[in-house]
């Protein structure tokens, strides 16, 4: 999981190094992008279109979640090991 706060754009904005680093460190392996503290919907930084355009650029799928709220959480959580098992397959 590669993960930013939709209430801090600065987060947003590192996302490439990241992304980089992940690879540069573990390689090719499958990972998903967290749009995290969805419910500071007032204090947003990003919006959910920015948050779909760059995992569309990284070729990976997106959810924005809220950790307080437990929205979404389960559901990246699935999404990721279901993404590792099919990879462990391949």
């Given at each position: ?54 995992a ?11 950790a ?9 959580f ?13």
């Open positions: 999981m590669v993960i930013f706060n939709v209430d801090k754009k600065e987060t947003f904005d590192n996302l490439d190094f990241w992304v980089s680093k992940l690879k540069e460190l573990s390689g090719d392996v499958p990972f998903i992008l967290i749009g995290n503290k969805k419910d500071l919907e007032d204090m947003r930084q990003v919006s959910s279109e920015e948050t779909k355009s760059k569309e650029q990284l070729g990976v799928k997106c959810f924005e979640t809220s307080k709220l437990n929205e979404s959480v389960d559901a990246a699935e999404e990721l090991s279901v993404q590792i098992l099919n990879n462990l397959k391949a």
